[in-house]
Antibody, heavy 122, light 111 residues
Framework: QVHLQESGPGLVKPSETLSLTCTVS?????????WGWVRQPPGEGLEWIGK???????YYNPSLKSRVTISVDTSNNQFSLKLSSVTAADTAVYHC???????????????WGQGTLVTVSS | QSVLTQPPSVSGAPGQRVTISCTGS?????????VHWYQQLPGTAPKLLIY???NRPSGVPDRFSGSKSGTSASLAISGLQAEDEADYYC???????????FGTGTKVTVL
């Protein structure tokens, strides 16, 4: 069974960089699939952030692209998210996901981490 | 802001059938992109419920069904049970936004 677990600071100061890591177990990232991040502000809906393939190929939400970097570490079966210049609007539960990605017209998120709350506050 | 619109809430008595709509446009659902549905129980991560418009992953009861027509999609829950109380989200791809988009979410309440 594929299991994803997020880790990282729960509090980040405004204007700083949010950094999270997702550790995958039960499946080797190098075997395929895209791996991504989705966030959910408290009491609100879901927003896709971006995705990465084990080769390092990335796609980002255009609304966040200027601030987002997703990277992969196949040796540790992990992938990471960095979001720069954060504000209170970036306060959210951040979920890492596996993306079933065959073509853009069919893609969906088939496995999710439990999520980690990141609060942006001084 | 979400480009896929869902009703904020739907409710039904145990055993009843409820449906949740997901309305999009010509740049997402209407463009032929598949619609997928997720169930989010209170305090938990979203769980894939329906993929490819109408397919259920292994382990999802056949009480849940999905359909798509034109620029909209629907999720139906038949034989409503107390354990179905959750938030439900649709998801697709939008060519204008060049990314995945989610619906506004619907809270299902079992009366």
């Amino acid at each position: 069974q594929v299991h994803l677990q997020e880790s990282g600071p729960g509090l980040v100061k405004p204007s700083e960089t949010l950094s999270l890591t997702c550790t995958v177990s039960g499946y080797s990232i190098s075997s395929g699939y895209y791996w991504g991040w989705v966030r959910q502000p408290p009491g609100e809906g879901l927003e896709w952030i971006g995705k990465i393939y084990h080769t390092g190929n990335t796609y980002y939400n255009p609304s966040l692209k200027s601030r987002v970097t997703i990277s992969v570490d196949t040796s540790n079966n992990q992938f990471s998210l960095k979001l720069s210049s954060v504000t209170a609007a970036d306060t959210a539960v951040y979920h890492c996901t596996r993306v079933y990605s065959f073509t853009a017209s069919t893609d969906y998120f088939d496995y999710w981490g439990q999520g980690t709350l990141v609060t942006v506050s001084s | 802001q979400s480009v896929l619109t869902q009703p904020p809430s739907v409710s039904g008595a145990p055993g009843q059938r409820v449906t949740i709509s997901c309305t999009g446009s010509s740049s997402n659902i209407g463009a032929g992109y598949d619609v997928h549905w997720y169930q989010q129980l209170p305090g938990t991560a979203p769980k894939l419920l329906i993929y490819g418009n109408s397919n259920r992953p292994s382990g999802v009861p056949d009480r849940f069904s999905g359909s798509k027509s034109g620029t909209s999609a629907s999720l139906a829950i038949s034989g409503l049970q107390a354990e179905d109380e959750a938030d439900y989200y649709c998801q697709s791809y939008d060519s204008s936004l060049s990314g995945y988009v989610f619906g506004t979410g619907t809270k299902v309440t079992v009366l």
